[in-house]
């Protein structure tokens, strides 16, 4: 059963923007920190930004501090990753991920996320 489903990836220009987009089911959006990770071909899984459902709060990786909004939009059952000033070395799968117990405050490890999506691949060329 598929519970999270990414889109909204492609190819951008450097500088250019992008918004992804996390649609999950009812039970799994329920769950407290919900996450965007990716990973670039020979390179391990990063943490990108992560969102609490208890307070809203997030956490963003240095690397994308100020080019990257996570936001929640409960209507809809969907996180949103809007990537602005997109760079080459941003070039990756990007995942999303869920769990129903963390709470998202600082580096984030993909072994702490129980549910993930399929992935969907930015890649910024000019």
């Known amino acids: 059963q598929v519970q999270l489903v990414e889109s909204g990836g492609g190819l951008v220009q450097p500088g250019g923007s992008l918004r992804l987009s996390c649609a999950a089911s009812?039970?799994?959006?329920?769950?407290?920190?919900i996450a965007w990770f990716r990973q670039a071909p020979g390179k391990e899984r990063e943490g990108v930004s992560c969102i609490n459902r208890s307070d809203g709060s997030t956490y963003y990786t240095d690397s994308v501090k100020g080019r990257f909004t996570i936001s929640r939009v409960n209507a809809k059952n969907t996180v949103y990753l809007q990537m602005t000033d997109l760079k080459p070395e941003d070039t990756a799968v990007y995942y999303c991920a869920a769990d129903p117990d963390l709470y998202c405050e600082s580096h984030l490890d993909s072994g702490d996320f129980t549910s993930w999506g399929q992935g969907t691949q930015v890649t910024v060329s000019s």
């Open positions: 009812d039970f799994v959006f329920d769950y407290n920190a």
